[in-house]
């Protein structure tokens, strides 16, 4: 089963269920999903990495949107955000320990033969690749960073 089709029938128990916040953020993530395939072309489908890009996209909009309304004292529209990120990442992959990641991103290192920092760019694109949705992408930027130094 695609996340698709997981997140479709996930919103038809949330909307039997009446959970207004998984409701609302599984609307969001079936949208994005719907507007994706739209640009790709009528009869495309979504690749697994692309739902993940997706869903990873959401959530940091999600947590980005609740640290600004942490700043303004609205907790009530902090703690709905960071509700409805809670119910988005039920659907990404584990995230993986700083450690994992360092011994990744070496390993991508070698391959692309990087050597200093202005070789980051190669690594980068290799790395957001394979980690895409298991990883936040400023992490790994300061792991690359640090790496190539």
């Given at each position: 089963?695609?996340?698709?089709?997981?997140?479709?029938?996930?919103?038809?128990?949330?909307?039997?269920?009446?959970?207004?916040?998984?409701?609302?953020?599984?609307?969001?993530?079936?949208?994005?999903?719907?507007?994706?395939?739209?640009?790709?072309?009528?009869?495309?489908?979504?690749?697994s990495?692309?739902?993940?890009?997706?869903?990873?996209?959401?959530?940091?909009?999600?947590?980005?949107?609740?640290?600004?309304?942490?700043?303004?004292?609205?907790?009530?529209?902090?703690?709905?955000?960071?509700?409805?990120?809670?119910?988005?990442?039920?659907?990404?992959?584990?995230?993986?320990?700083?450690?994992?990641?360092?011994?990744?991103?070496?390993?991508?290192?070698?391959?692309?033969g990087?050597?200093?920092?202005?070789?980051m760019?190669?690594?980068?694109?290799?790395?957001?690749?394979?980690l895409?949705?298991?990883?936040?992408?400023?992490?790994?930027?300061?792991?690359?960073?640090?790496?190539?130094?």
């Open positions: 089963m695609s996340l698709t089709e997981k997140i479709s029938t996930d919103l038809r128990e949330a909307m039997k269920t009446g959970n207004k916040v998984t409701l609302e953020a599984l609307r969001a993530a079936k949208t994005a999903f719907l507007l994706a395939i739209s640009e790709k072309g009528a009869g495309s489908v979504l690749t990495e692309e739902e993940l890009r997706i869903i990873s996209k959401l959530v940091k909009q999600r947590k980005e949107s609740a640290a600004i309304y942490r700043e303004q004292n609205r907790d009530d529209l902090y703690d709905n955000e960071m509700a409805e990120a809670t119910a988005l990442e039920k659907y990404l992959p584990a995230r993986m320990s700083t450690e994992e990641l360092r011994q990744i991103i070496s390993t991508i290192i070698e391959k692309t990087a050597k200093s920092s202005t070789d760019g190669k690594v980068m694109g290799s790395a957001m690749k394979e895409s949705g298991r990883a936040d992408g400023k992490e790994i930027s300061a792991i690359v960073k640090e790496l190539l130094q």
